[in-house]
């Protein structure tokens, strides 16, 4: 049986969201599917099941919406911001440092086998994987450069589905472009395009799909009415185009838009929450309507650090008014001292944090990369870690004033339920996991009345 490969004819054309819902809609039909991406670049990460290992957010999502245990192999090689044209490397779960871009790309062809071995690996298992590309499949200048469209493609002979996103404009110029500027051989292995995020009067773009199969010669699968999913998100340019109904909210949270945030996907369920209003902030002033203010996860503790103080959010965050919660990055901006000594983050060795608990943190050289449940201010929950930085505790609390390292906190009921009711009395709460099934389901019910999964899964078995 043949694997899949997702082509976007664009960037954040739906890739990410369609790459899932097939998988959902495969596993539905009795297939035995993993999601897959080779390389992966994204602040946003989770910790695998196996081998506790950090992939990317999306193939972690597919996993876990058909009961798959995550895997490194999923996503052998994840990329996050480092410092000035420098990305952090993890290799198969792994951290490997802080690699400068030209390197990187220069010595592109040593990972190739490490994505080739992942790939095949999986394939043992597995009968079909949907391998989701990444950006634009036809970057002439990197083209040869490219682990997640054109090599695996080529090395696994993979089936290939266009996705373009309409909402973008010029979708028959990004269709018929790409499809020209693929290689010949790949256009061969191309099933068909799905037109994306459509919105208005379906029969209007009638004549488009008659274009598109009789004068570029490719099968529409699909138009796919827009649809908000405000779940697995993959980077900050998605969650900021998220969808909320605020119109029964009876509390507003900010979240502190820090310029190298990292794993949003902490607050999705306070997205998902019509008792919430969300807002990602990134001045003082938009700070006083808030009655909680969030300083998330970052990638760059420091440098965001001194963002957040050159932006007026250092005496707000630093007086006792307001119920203020850190996570991870933003737990270790709230001691007095952040110790670097090792120069892991940043050129500093010691910096002031806000001070708002006694003592420091220091950066380590070993990443902490782990999931569990934990003692989270007197509630048991279950999550996640990623960092570098080490303190006495994992968690600490005093009155208003909750941080912990551990993400995906917000996912807990009675967590939140323990949280909001102090900000405000008559916050309801519901179940997140429930609403979380119930999403996946029904997005993927969407994804399959409006494209051909028949001819998908036969083109699959050719």
Same mark, same amino acid.
């Given at each position: 049986?043949?694997?899949?490969?997702?082509?976007?004819?664009?960037?954040?054309?739906?890739?990410?969201?369609?790459?899932?819902?097939?998988?959902?809609?495969?596993?539905?039909?009795? &297939?035995?599917?993993?999601?897959?991406?080779?390389?992966?670049?994204?602040?946003?990460?989770?910790?695998?099941?196996?081998?506790?290992?950090?992939?990317?957010?999306?193939?972690?999502?597919?996993?876990?919406?058909?009961?798959?245990?995550?895997?490194?192999?999923?996503?052998?090689?994840?990329?996050?911001?480092?410092?000035?044209?420098?990305?952090?490397?993890? !290799?198969?779960?792994?951290?490997?440092?802080?690699?400068?871009?030209?390197?990187? =790309?220069?010595?592109?062809?040593?990972?190739?086998? &490490?994505?080739?071995? *992942?790939?095949?690996?999986?394939?043992?298992?597995? *009968?079909? @994987?949907?391998?989701?590309?990444?950006?634009?499949?036809?970057?002439?200048?990197?083209?040869?450069?490219?682990?997640?469209?054109?090599?695996?493609?080529?090395?696994?002979?993979?089936?290939?589905?266009?996705?373009?996103?309409?909402?973008?404009?010029?979708?028959?110029?990004?269709?018929?472009?790409? =499809?020209?500027?693929l290689p010949k051989k790949l256009r061969k292995n191309i099933i068909g395009v799905i037109v994306n995020k459509f919105q208005?009067?379906?029969?209007?773009?009638?004549?488009?799909?008659?274009?598109?199969?009789?004068?570029?010669?490719?099968?529409?699968?699909?138009?796919?009415?827009?649809?908000?999913?405000? @779940?697995?998100?993959?980077?900050?340019?998605?969650?900021?185009?998220?969808?909320?109904?605020?119109?029964?909210?009876?509390?507003?949270?900010?979240?502190?838009?820090?310029?190298?945030?990292?794993?949003?996907?902490?607050?999705?369920?306070? $997205?998902?929450?019509?008792?919430?209003?969300?807002?990602? !902030?990134?001045?003082?002033?938009?700070a006083t309507a808030c009655d909680m203010l969030i300083i998330p996860g970052s990638k760059r503790v420091v440098d965001d650090l001194q963002w957040l103080k050159e932006r007026g959010f250092e005496r707000i965050l630093?007086?006792?008014?307001?119920?203020?919660?850190?996570?991870?990055?933003? =737990?270790?901006?709230?001691?007095?001292?952040?110790?670097?000594?090792?120069?892991?983050?940043?050129?500093?060795?010691?910096?002031?944090?806000?001070?708002?608990?006694?003592?420091?943190?220091?950066?380590?050289?070993?990443?902490?990369?782990?999931?569990?449940?934990?003692?989270?201010?007197?509630?048991?929950?279950?999550? =996640?870690? &990623?960092?570098?930085? $080490?303190?006495?505790?994992? *968690?600490?609390?005093?009155?208003?004033?909750?941080?912990?390292?551990?993400?995906?906190?917000?996912?807990?009921?009675?967590?939140?339920?323990?949280?909001?009711?102090? $900000?405000?009395?008559?916050?309801?709460?519901?179940?997140?996991?429930?609403?979380?099934?119930? *999403?996946?389901?029904?997005?993927?019910?969407?994804?399959?009345?409006?494209?051909?999964?028949?001819? &998908?899964?036969?083109?699959?078995?050719?």
């Amino acid at each position: 049986m043949h694997s899949l490969s997702i082509f976007g004819t664009s960037s954040d054309a739906g890739k990410s969201t369609l790459s899932f819902a097939i998988t959902y809609l495969l596993h539905e039909r009795g &297939i035995k599917v993993a999601p897959f991406k080779a390389q992966n670049v994204s602040n946003n990460s989770q910790v695998t099941d196996i081998d506790a290992g950090e992939i990317a957010i999306p193939q972690a999502f597919a996993a876990e919406a058909i009961g798959l245990q995550t895997s490194p192999l999923m996503n052998p090689i994840l990329l996050k911001s480092g410092g000035k044209s420098k990305a952090h490397l993890i !290799i198969n779960g792994k951290s490997i440092g802080d690699k400068d871009v030209w390197s990187y =790309y220069r010595d592109i062809y040593t990972l190739k086998p &490490i994505v080739k071995s *992942a790939f095949k690996k999986l394939q043992k298992e597995y *009968a079909a @994987l949907v391998a989701e590309g990444a950006g634009s499949p036809v970057e002439l200048n990197l083209m040869q450069k490219d682990l997640s469209n054109i090599y695996i493609a080529k090395k696994f002979h993979t089936k290939i589905i266009l996705v373009a996103d309409i909402q973008r404009g010029g979708v028959f110029a990004s269709i018929y472009g790409v =499809y020209k500027l693929l290689p010949k051989k790949l256009r061969k292995n191309i099933i068909g395009v799905i037109v994306n995020k459509f919105q208005g009067d379906m029969s209007l773009f009638d004549s488009g799909v008659a274009i598109i199969e009789q004068r570029f010669g490719i099968k529409v699968l699909g138009v796919v009415p827009f649809k908000p999913f405000n @779940l697995g998100f993959e980077d900050s340019a998605s969650i900021m185009g998220y969808k909320q109904n605020t119109k029964n909210a009876i509390i507003k949270v900010g979240v502190l838009k820090l310029p190298h945030i990292s794993n949003f996907t902490d607050f999705e369920p306070l $997205i998902v929450d019509e008792e919430i209003e969300l807002n990602f !902030i990134s001045n003082a002033t938009e700070a006083t309507a808030c009655d909680m203010l969030i300083i998330p996860g970052s990638k760059r503790v420091v440098d965001d650090l001194q963002w957040l103080k050159e932006r007026g959010f250092e005496r707000i965050l630093s007086s006792k008014e307001k119920t203020v919660v850190g996570i991870c990055g933003g =737990y270790e901006m709230l001691f007095e001292e952040i110790l670097d000594p090792l120069h892991v983050e940043s050129k500093h060795e010691s910096v002031s944090g806000l001070g708002r608990f006694k003592g420091s943190v220091t950066f380590q050289k070993e990443k902490i990369v782990k999931k569990g449940c934990y003692n989270i201010w007197g509630i048991m929950a279950q999550g =996640y870690e &990623i960092h570098n930085a $080490i303190a006495k505790k994992n *968690a600490k609390h005093k009155r208003n004033l909750y941080a912990t390292f551990v993400h995906g906190i917000f996912e807990n009921d009675a967590l939140r339920l323990k949280l909001f009711r102090e $900000i405000n009395a008559n916050y309801k709460g519901y179940n997140f996991k429930e609403f979380k099934a119930n *999403a996946i389901k029904e997005f993927a019910n969407h994804i399959d009345k409006h494209i051909d999964m028949d001819f &998908i899964e036969a083109n699959l078995h050719e």
